[in-house]
Each structure stands twice: as structure tokens, then as C-alpha cells.
């Protein structure tokens, strides 16, 4: 069975192109995009700000602010109910955006890790019966 053929009709002739042809064209035109993630950049920004929020929540309670709003870029803070702000590492405010770079989200995560655990330590002093359950 012969290869699968496109022609492409032009004045001086037909061009042939080979199935196989096609695929490498593909290939070199996106592997590239895809090996620097930049299809899954909105992916990642998501994702931090899942965590932010998640973050923000949490700092909110443990601070007696009320429930967490948003996060504002411009001054880097965690927006309370309170209404109260508290301050985010610098590193995850760039020029009035979130950056998401792998650094700052694992830095995120730490952070949510270290809120957690105050959430923890809190339940353990005030409510010993809370964790026995």
C-alpha cells in the first residue's frame, strides 16, 4: 500500500508531501512550546493562586480577620474580611501581577505547609478533644 500523499496544486506542478512529513513538521513546530511549558503557563498561575487562596484563608482565621476577600498584587498583601491585609513574600509580586515560577510556588506550598501546621498547633492547645477524634 503506497504512503498517503497531499498534493498541493500550484502553476509549475504538484508538491508532494509524505504523511511522515507532516508529522516531523509538527513536531519541530511544537515540541518546543510544549518542552518550555508554554502551553501550561495558565495552568501553573492557577494553580498559585489556589494556593494563595488557600493561604489566605487560613491566615485570615488564624488572625481573627474574618474571612479571606482576595489578594491584592500591587501591594503584595492577603485582603481580610476585617478588614485587615497581611503581607505576602515579595518574591510572588512582580509590577502589580502574580508570577508563578516553579520557585515561588514551592514557596507557596511551604507556606501553606507552615499555615497549617499553626492551624494544627492551635487546635492541639485550645481543643486537645478536637484532635483525638
Known sequence: MPP???SYARKRGT????????????????LP???SEGFLSGTELRDCMEILADCGEIKCLLEGSGNFR??????CTIMCEGPTWHSLPREICSGGEIT???????GL???RHKLTRGISKVLSERCPSFLQN
Open 33 to 35: 512550546a510544549l518542552q
Open 100 to 106: 508563578c515560577s516553579p520557585s515561588v510556588r514551592e
Open 15 to 30: 508538491l508532494r508531501i509524505s504523511k511522515m512529513q507532516l508529522v516531523v513538521f509538527a513536531v519541530v513546530l511544537i
Open 109 to 111: 506550598l511551604n507556606l
Open 70 to 75: 482576595n489578594v491584592d498584587p500591587y501591594s
Open 4 to 6: 498517503l500523499q497531499v
